[in-house]
């Protein structure tokens, strides 16, 4: 298994991170390596847009119909926008 060490790390970052481990009952180690581990769960973005390019295009959206239904509809029930 391979080690990481992360060097000069302010004092307030360093204890921001202790209290956070601590909160979740963690060590800092456990802590920091879900921290890891939960950001390499995540795409990247060039992978999200990867994606997003790849996907078939979906249906148009008539956005101005549908506020224009909500809109008349709003009035015709006497409700006042939020």
């Known amino acids: ?14 204890e921001m991170l202790r209290k956070r481990a601590a909160e979740a009952d ?5 802590y920091l390596l879900d921290l890891i581990r939960r950001d390499l769960a995540r795409p990247t ?12 295009p979906g249906a148009p959206v008539d956005v101005v119909g549908i506020l224009t239904e ?3 509809r709003r ?3 006497g409700a006042s926008p939020k």
């Open 1 to 14: 298994m391979a080690n990481i060490q992360i060097k000069s790390v302010p004092d307030e970052t360093h």
């Open 26 to 30: 963690m060590t800092l180690r456990d």
């Open 45 to 56: 973005r060039e992978e999200w847009f990867r994606r997003i390019r790849s996907r078939p």
């Open 70 to 72: 909500e809109r008349k």
């Open 75 to 77: 009035d015709a029930s």
